[in-house]
C-alpha cells in the first residue's frame, strides 16, 4: 500500500475515531472527579486513588466505568491497529470507531446512572465493533480500500 497524504478523507479513517476515543476515555474521569469533590474533604489531589477507592454509589460507578473505558479502548486500539496494518482502514473501520464512541458514551452514563441493562448493552455494542476491526483486518472490506 502507498501512504499519501491525500488516500482518504481523514474522517474516513479509523486515526480520527482512534485519537477522539483516547479522549472519550480520558473525559470518563469526569464523573469520578465530580464525585471526589462532592465528598467532605473534596478532591483529594494529594491520594486521589485511595479517595476514589472509598467512594460509594455513583461515585464507585463511575470508577468502574472509567477503570473498564482503559480496558475496552485497548481492545479498540489493538484493532485499529490490525486494520492499518493490513491496509484495510477505510469506511467501514471509521464507522466502526465512531459507533465505538458513541457506545462507550452511553455506556459510561447508563453504569453512572445504575442502568445494567442498558449499560450492558453498550458495552456489546462497543465490543463488537471492536471486534469487527479485526474481522476486517484479516477478511478485508469491498468498501473504503485503496
Excluded at 77 to 101: F, S, Y
Amino acid at each position: 500500500m502507498v501512504w499519501s497524504a491525500h488516500a482518504a478523507h481523514p474522517l474516513l479513517t479509523i486515526l480520527i475515531p482512534l485519537m477522539v476515543a483516547v479522549c472519550v476515555t480520558l473525559f470518563s474521569k469526569a464523573p469520578m472527579a465530580f464525585a471526589q469533590t462532592r465528598t467532605k474533604r473534596g478532591y483529594d489531589n494529594a491520594s486521589p486513588r485511595e479517595q476514589q477507592e472509598r467512594l460509594e454509589g455513583w461515585g464507585a460507578r463511575a470508577r468502574a466505568a472509567h477503570h473498564n473505558g482503559w480496558e475496552a479502548f485497548q481492545i479498540l486500539g489493538i484493532g485499529a491497529a490490525c486494520v492499518l496494518a493490513t491496509g484495510h482502514d477505510g469506511v467501514i473501520a471509521a464507522a466502526l470507531g465512531w459507533v465505538w464512541i458513541g457506545a462507550r458514551v452511553f455506556y459510561t452514563a447508563a453504569y453512572v446512572k445504575g442502568l445494567g441493562v442498558v449499560r450492558t448493552t453498550f458495552w456489546c455494542l462497543a465490543l463488537g465493533c471492536s471486534f469487527g476491526l479485526y474481522v476486517l483486518a484479516l477478511v478485508g472490506s469491498p468498501v473504503g480500500v485503496p
